[in-house]
């Protein structure tokens, strides 16, 4: 399959509906999920001052998997029989959001796999220690801003890291989380993000953010105030790409199996916008004048 030239995304709702309507691909209708599971994880790494904890739900499509984090013990009882044997369309209008995201996840994967004819720049994560390919992961991720030793970057979602590999190149961190609490360092950890985008140079954000709804209006402030918004995603790691030129920057897209899950060598995909993605975007666009 070849790069389309499609517009990108406004919005995650817009996508589903399209998504829906049969025009991302084949009738979603016609497509079965033939498996559902949750990966469920606790870490602690030597050295770090906490641990923490990972729930996630992937739909099985085909050859693609699609999938949502979510937080541990919030799907309801039942959710992840209800997914498997259902039909897409059934899922992509599914009343639980991370059930929506998994199953867009899941469609848009078996749809535009992550491939260099879609805009997909292979990263191999090398063989190590679960902490040894964290920080791999973060050396991959952070290459992805394009903020000079100095600036300041808000991180929503906070993933140790991420926030090491941060301040290793001398930058300044706003850590944001729904969570709260402290990092590692002693710092408070916000949980508005909308309110830390007028302090930044440039916004390095979870798919998370996806599965728990504040993806679009983080995005619309980004754009409305032209920072950077560069997203690292297990969660819904082939539906960011389709906002790549629309707010999002850069996607550092990583499907299941995750680097947390096996000890050997692994493959992450990185987008730029106006790299020839999914949608094949122009580099920048102005600001549509949307909600804030």
């Known amino acids: 399959m070849t790069t389309t030239s499609r517009p990108p995304a406004t919005c995650l709702g817009t996508l589903l509906d399209q998504a829906l309507r049969g025009e991302l691909g084949p009738d979603p ?14 870490a602690r790494h030597d ?28 799907l309801p009882a039942g959710a992840v029989e209800d997914c498997a044997g259902a039909d897409v369309a059934e899922l992509l209008a599914h009343p639980l959001l991370p059930v929506r ?41 952070v290459d992805l801003l394009d903020v000079p030793s100095g600036g300041t970057v808000l991180v929503v979602g906070v993933v140790n890291s991420l926030l090491y590999e941060l301040r290793s190149r001398g930058l ?53 105030h032209r920072k950077p918004l560069v997203m690292f995603a297990q969660t819904g790691s082939a539906v960011l790409p389709r906002f790549l030129g629309a707010g999002v920057t850069a996607v550092c897209a990583e499907p299941y199996p995750f ?34």
């Open 172 to 224: 300044t961190v706003i850590p944001c989380d729904l969570k709260g609490g402290t990092t590692d360092w002693g710092e408070p950890i916000g949980t508005d993000a909308l309110k830390g985008i007028g302090h930044c140079d440039a916004v390095l954000a979870s798919g998370m953010t996806l599965g728990n709804g504040t993806f679009d209006p983080l995005r619309r402030r980004a754009w409305k």
């Open 29 to 42: 209708s016609t497509l079965r999920i033939s498996v559902a599971f949750t990966t469920s994880q606790a």
């Open 101 to 141: 995201v998994a199953a867009l996840d899941a469609y848009l994967t078996d749809v535009t796999p992550h491939t260099p004819d879609h805009g997909a720049q292979p990263v191999t994560v090398p063989a190590g220690s679960s902490l040894e390919r964290s920080r791999a992961r973060a050396t991959a991720v």
């Open 47 to 74: 050295g770090r001052q906490g641990g923490y904890r990972n729930e996630v739900l992937s739909l099985r499509l085909g050859c693609a998997v699609g999938s949502c984090a979510v937080e541990p013990g919030a």
């Open 259 to 292: 680097f947390w899950l096996d000890g050997g060598p692994g493959t992450i995909h990185r987008y730029r916008a106006g790299d020839g993605g999914p949608d094949a975007v122009p580099r920048s666009r102005p600001y549509d004048g949307g909600p804030s």
